[in-house]
């Protein structure tokens, strides 16, 4: 199994999940979260006076799926989360030595 976390713009939220709902993913964590990377913050002028925003609002995606799906689902976000700016995100893949549904006691690909 593969966790995929996606950090992604948050306007993309939507149409990443419908896309990926559409390729078969069972479900997946939202969380709102900032940061920065090459983007760096930007400033913006309120009331006049202009300051920094050093984070930069983001939405971050976790998603178990099993090894055969990990390749076409960071196709899939990699692809709808796109628009050509600096920001679009990240995307990583990391290794899942196991998961169990909590209601059932399934375990590993049977629990996603």
Known sequence: MKLIIATIKPFKLEEVREAVTAMGVRGMMVTEIKGF???SGHTEIYRGAEYAVNFVPK???EIVVPDSMA???VSTIATTAKTDKIGDGKIF???VE???R???G???DDAL
Do not use: C, F, H, M
Request: no cysteine.
């Open 93 to 95: 893949i990391l290794d």
């Open 59 to 61: 939405v971050k995606l």
């Open 106 to 108: 399934e375990t590993n």
């Open 71 to 73: 390749d076409q689902l």
């Open 98 to 100: 196991g998961a169990v």
């Open 37 to 39: 990377g090459s983007q």
């Open 102 to 104: 909590v209601r059932t």
